[in-house]
């Protein structure tokens, strides 16, 4: 994680980032990026790179649709919780 300032290197290494999205006021942010990628990205089979991807949050849905999606972070703990999310092509920081 060189290169990024050790203030936003301390805030995601504390975990929390994984489940933020998925209760809570988070839930409305995940539902709207959800509604938008629907929108924008062509039907399944497609290649998808989540960039800054975190835990996976919105990896693991889209590989359930049948998405090939490759997600990288440059957070290693995040990668870490990646690695354990279904249907991932690959993941790397």
């Known amino acids: 994680m060189s290169g990024i300032d050790p203030t936003i290197r301390a805030h995601y290494s504390g975990g929390h980032e994984r489940d933020r999205l998925t209760d809570g006021t988070g839930r409305l942010e995940f539902l709207r990026t959800q509604e938008l990628l629907a929108r924008v990205l062509p039907p399944p089979p497609a290649v998808v790179l989540d960039v ?42």
Do not use: F, K, M, T
């Not at 800054?52 to 997600?71: D, F, I, N, T």
């Not at 703990?77 to 690695?83: C, D, I, K, T, Y």
């Open 52 to 93: 800054g991807g975190a835990a996976g949050v919105h990896a693991e849905p889209l590989a359930a649709q049948g998405y090939e999606v490759h997600l990288i972070d440059p957070v290693p703990l995040h990668v870490e919780q990646a690695s354990g999310v279904p249907g991932l092509a690959s993941v790397a920081v």
